[in-house]
């Protein structure tokens, strides 16, 4: 019915002024009008669809972002790794092995007077002992013989490496009886380093391939 009434009033209006006019009609029923509905809506759900998905995906890299941002902030804070490791002795006495940036915070790693272990966590900015807890570790007669005759305690060997840049994190290798310490330059790359735990001299590690 619609399509005979387009075609009508094209061709009354062709007649009234006296021209010629060609319709070309398509069919408008009301079923296939329902399906091109239908279709648009099943496009628009999945357009909603992918909207969703790259919102989910969106909202991952942020948190990855932010874990990142946590560790820069941390880097950039007023706090060394050498500091962090005075800070964490002087909650936890005992023996500093280890120190990492670790989301945002120093975790240093003290063998006790017992020979037990403890992690203890230290704010970057504020320098304040975040917490601490022991940890289950059977290694002290190795760590403790490594150490013999050292002079160059972990914050020492942290504060030797923080000239070739920012220090990551510094522990004790006592396989082969060294610091190992990783810093981060300004431009974001990182390098690893041997500290002598006899005279404190700090070489590029041989594992690192850059040059010196």
Do not use: Y
Request: avoid cysteine; aromatic fraction near 2%.
């Amino acid at each position: 019915m619609k399509r005979n009434i387009v075609i009508a009033v094209v061709t009354a209006a062709a007649l009234v002024g006296g021209g010629t006019a060609t319709a070309l009609a398509v069919s408008g029923d009301d079923d296939r009008g329902a399906s091109v509905a239908r279709a648009e809506a099943r496009a628009g759900d999945d357009d909603g669809r992918d909207d969703d998905r790259d919102d989910r995906n969106e909202d991952r890299d942020d948190r990855d972002d932010r874990g990142d941002d946590r560790d820069e902030r941390a880097v950039s804070g007023d706090m060394t790794a050498a500091e962090a490791l005075a800070a964490a002795l002087k909650h936890t006495p005992g023996t500093a092995v280890a120190a990492e940036l670790d989301d945002g915070a120093w975790e240093v790693d003290v063998l006790g007077d017992d020979d037990g272990w403890h992690s203890v966590r230290v704010d970057p900015g504020s320098g304040k002992v975040l917490g601490a807890s022991a940890d289950d570790e059977d290694d002290a007669r190795e760590v403790r013989a490594a150490l013999k005759g050292s002079s160059v305690t972990a914050g020492e060997a942290a504060r030797a490496a923080a000239g070739k840049g920012v220090v990551t994190s510094v522990e004790l290798d006592d396989d082969d009886r060294g610091w190992e310490a990783e810093t981060r330059a300004s431009g974001g790359g990182e390098r690893d380093w041997r500290v002598d735990l006899g005279s404190g001299k700090v070489t590029v590690d041989q594992g690192d391939s850059d040059d010196d």
